[in-house]
């Protein structure tokens, strides 16, 4: 296989998940849903906070500076962080509590009633995530999950789902990733626009 067909191939793979994301209204509806949150959250001073692994954690962080920094307007900061990325706190809590421990000890020292947790898990089967969205759960969070197709253990968990209908890991970071960003401008507009 050329180079060059394998780059038509992906595009292609891209371009036909987007096109089932656009005709997937029960998705639509949950990604209309998770701005609406948010924006409540934001808009009475609470925190959203983000978590994940690997890809995952890197949009997790992406996110949160798309909130906290800015998206498209020049704005005030909002509350939002990424859970990972204090690794002295990282390294420590893992090797003390274990790797399944390290978001949902953050959560239940950070998270306050009212605040948003958007857990990111492309199988939504990873144990720290899901053990940081129970915990949330358990706080009075709202919890936003962004999975995949598969059913997950966090699904049963989350008051808002997008499910991204794919089991291919780049392709579904790849929805996720555009998804949040049109989040991301949702709430802006309607807090500053």
Known sequence: MSNQHK??????EAFSLREAVMGNAELLQQEEKAAGLMYMALSKSHTVLFCGNGGSAADAQHLAAELSGRYYLD???????????????????????????????????KGKKGDVLVALSTSGNSANVVNAVKQARKQGLVTIGFTGKNAGQIDDHCDVLIKIPSTDTPRIQELHILLGHIICEIVEQELFG
């Open 75 to 109: 704005r005030k900061p909002l509350d939002a962080e990424a859970l990972h990325v204090n690794t002295s706190y990282l390294t420590a809590t893992a090797n003390d509590f274990g790797f399944d421990h390290v978001y949902s000890r953050l959560v239940e020292a």
């Open 7 to 12: 780059i038509e191939q992906r595009l292609n």
